[in-house]
């Protein structure tokens, strides 16, 4: 047979609250050490034509969420003051040529204009409509760092590609701090 210890609060030697419960099983994490914030996500909610051969900074403009408010607006997300530390960090790109002209895409994360990351997709053997990037990636960052994606395609007829937004989460950016 085995104990059971019933608390609605845990606290330190401090008195400080780690978690809490509501006496109905919903537990709350209060100390900054166990939650997994902040955490971001960034929609595109409308397609954004990208000129061919050249590289360009996704557009990102719909806030889905973002619990310490690090994306101001213009294309990037910024690590708050105060929450440095190990993120996983995720984003997708769809592009689309409506003429099947897509030979070659790239897109890259920069953490303040440097690349992290270079997810390559050449298509020797033909020509494609839609092509789909998903990487993640653990990465160390400080307060202040701006997150930002690159997208770059290559047609057969030197058109524009679409990066494809709308509101079913094509396109999008993603992170959270990791506990520990």
């Given at each position: ?6 608390v ?11 978690m ?12 900054s ?15 954004q034509?990208i ?27 910024t ?26 895409s ?43 994606v ?10 524009t590609t679409?990066v ?10 993603q ?6």
């Amino acid at each position: 047979m085995g104990s059971i210890i019933k608390v609605n609060e845990y606290k330190d030697f401090n008195n400080n609250a780690i978690m809490t419960s509501d006496g109905a099983g919903v537990v709350t994490p209060n100390a900054s050490g166990i939650k997994n914030t902040p955490n971001f996500f960034i929609n595109k909610s409308a397609d954004q034509a990208i000129n061919d051969v050249t590289n360009t900074i996704v557009t990102f403009d719909t806030v889905v969420i973002d619990t310490n408010s690090g994306y101001d607006g213009t294309n990037k997300y910024t690590i708050p003051a105060g929450e440095g530390g190990t993120y996983l960090i995720s984003y997708q790109i769809v592009f689309n040529d409506a003429q099947e002209k897509i030979t070659e895409s790239n897109t890259q994360l920069y953490v303040n204009g440097v690349p992290q990351s270079n997810y390559y997709l050449n298509i020797s053997t033909g020509v494609l409509v839609f092509v789909t990037h998903s990487p993640s990636l653990v990465l160390n960052l400080s307060a202040g760092d701006e997150l930002k994606v690159n997208a770059y395609s290559n047609t057969t007829d030197s058109g524009t590609t679409d990066v494809v937004g709308g509101s079913n989460y094509n396109s999008w950016l993603q992170g959270y701090k990791l506990i520990g």
